[in-house]
């Protein structure tokens, strides 16, 4: 009878608990099991979260900090634990390497796995995932402990343009200028190679209007003829590629194959594709993408889209002004799919475009180091999101195969347990791993 009592005890409790956190707005400390809505909910108690600041607020002494950690993972040797995860023939990505450095592994995560984590339901867990990975790496190579990622909050350039923001420059304090010099806009500052997808330097140009067709097909050429020839280079799939679960099951029910992380010598790639494999879109068929979301964008500014060169002629600025982040914003609670496929089709592509060569073909677009400042940023659009409702806190949505015509893919739903793959420098997590920046393990930190 006692038992019968506390038990009951232990319900009414725990109800109460579900009841009094939808009505805060920050995180509280909860059971673990608890849940919103099926969702679970932030446990929000770890100790001494790394603090992620904005550019501009960092002090000099920091920003050159940030900058020499950079250097420092240039130098650093070719992990040789890094793996292929989506095989080359879908991922259009040459094999490892390994004669590279640890920043072009850092690269080759980024590429290896874009099929999977842009344009589908994972694009904001593994980038989340991935920008804390990297910031623990540059923590190993001097970046105060204390510190996060800093952030770059386009926001506050949107007037004077993206390319006049204080980090952009040749000064120690500065991570190199918005455009290079020369025809191939060279970053001279970098006298580096970086390896992906084949040996080259750094470049860099800043474009007002990234999406009018001149600029587009002058980029985009110069991306393709990047892609050919690693295709060409590039016929058969790595030895040691190791595949996310959720493609293994899917192969395994196609094939009856038994589960296998490497294919063996000679083996044909065909031989684990799987039914609903990823397509890999192209920089036309990305464009295409981003120019649906600038449409939804406009249309929302305008209430109607009028003509198609109204769209092609905005500019990055536009897409990371106020009214696009209110728009982002608008996204009702709970409502992680409209709210995923905003923050990644605008703001995130925006001021991506707005800054080619090689950030117009995504795979390799963190050989710049701005990458993580931009992410970091889109990151904390997420959190922010998150932050305003106990609905949004465990909120995920989309698909696991990219698509031409749907933002957040298609094929199987992401899940809690779909896996993030690290590419064999870092643990892979779960998504549920990932979905509380302050819930200890693997993650800690902090915006300012
Ligand atoms: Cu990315």
Redesign the pocket.
């Given at each position: 009878m006692r038992a019968k009592q506390s038990l009951l005890a232990l319900v009414v409790i725990a109800v109460l608990a579900l009841l009094v956190v939808p009505g805060s707005s920050t995180p509280s400390p909860t059971s673990a099991d608890a849940t919103v809505a099926g969702r679970p909910v932030w446990k929000g108690n770890c100790d001494n979260p790394r603090v992620r600041k904005e550019w501009r607020t960092l002090t000099r002494q920091e920003q050159i900090s940030f900058n020499e950690a950079v250097q420092c993972l240039k130098r650093k040797p070719h992990d040789s634990r890094l793996r292929t995860v989506a095989p080359s023939h879908l991922s259009g990505v040459p094999n490892i390497n390994p004669k590279s450095t640890f920043w072009d592994d850092l690269v080759y995560v980024?590429a290896t796995c874009?099929p999977l984590?842009?344009f589908t339901g994972l694009?904001l867990a593994w980038?989340r995932l991935f920008v804390y990975n990297v910031e623990t790496e540059l923590q190993n190579c001097g970046f105060p402990k204390n510190l996060g990622m800093p952030y770059w909050n386009w926001t506050l350039d949107y007037k004077d343009g993206l390319d006049k923001a204080p980090l952009w420059g040749t000064e120690p304090w500065q991570i190199g200028p918005a455009t290079g010099t020369g025809k191939n806009w060279i970053v001279e500052e970098f006298p580096e190679m970086v390896a992906y997808p084949s040996p080259h330097r750094i470049s860099r140009r800043y474009n007002r209007h990234p999406f009018r067709k001149s600029v587009e097909s002058e980029v985009l050429t110069s991306s393709f003829a990047a892609n050919s020839k690693v295709a060409a280079t590039n016929t058969k799939v790595a030895n040691n590629t190791v595949l996310p679960n959720h493609i293994i099951q899917k192969a395994k029910e196609q094939t009856g194959h038994t589960r296998r992380s490497k294919l063996a010598k000679g083996e044909k790639p065909e031989s684990i594709k799987p039914a609903n494999q990823p397509k890999r879109l192209s920089p036309s068929d990305l464009a295409k993408r981003f120019s649906t979301e600038e449409k939804a964008f406009k249309g929302s500014l305008s209430q109607k889209v009028k003509e198609d060169d109204e769209t092609t002629n905005m500019t990055g600025e536009e897409m990371v002004s106020p009214e696009a982040i209110r728009w982002v914003f608008e996204a009702r609670d709970g409502d992680y799919e409209t709210f995923a496929q905003r923050v990644e089709g605008t703001p995130h592509v925006a001021a991506h475009e707005s800054f080619s060569i090689h950030n117009l073909d995504?795979n390799y677009?963190p050989e710049s180091s701005h990458f993580y400042l931009h992410?970091c940023m889109v990151e904390q659009e997420w959190y922010s999101w998150q932050k305003r409702s106990p609905l949004n806190q465990g909120a995920i949505g989309g698909k696991q195969t990219q698509s031409e015509h749907e933002g957040l893919g298609v094929g199987n739903a992401v899940t809690y347990d779909t896996i993030l793959p690290m590419a064999g420098i870092w643990p892979d997590q779960k998504v549920r791993d990932v979905l509380d920046p302050r819930g200890n393990a693997p993650l800690c930190y902090e915006y300012q």
């Open positions: 980024h874009t984590v842009h694009f980038h995504i677009s992410h």
